[in-house]
């Protein structure tokens, strides 16, 4: 029996790292384009748009549905979820107002 703790000749060579390597921590990893993170300003810059009445509307719908970057079409899609909560609660206290008759009180003194 060989005791021997070689490999035998016609074995392939195993490239190992050295034990001691330390890791490189100033090398970015690579990501995506997909996957790339959106800057604070980009995240600014997306607010304001999205803020403009009917334009703003109409952009955070196409990308909701179309942006190619994902953190982008999340963000899009979260902020058109907060517009439906939004209005729902709008509706919501719009018809508490009108049903209890505090609305027409509220606006008949704007007169």
Known sequence: MDTNNTAPANAAPVNRAPVNAAPDYNRAPYIPPEYTPISMWGYFGYQIVFA????????????????????????????????????????????????????????????
């Open 52 to 111: 403009i009445p009917i334009i703003g509307f109409i952009v955070l719908v196409v990308l909701a549905i179309s942006a190619s970057n994902i953190n982008l079409k999340n963000y899009a899609r979260s902020y058109f979820c907060v517009l439906i909560i939004f209005a729902i609660i709008a509706g919501i206290v719009s018809m508490i107002l009108v049903t209890t008759g505090v609305g027409a009180a509220v606006f008949s003194q704007m007169n």
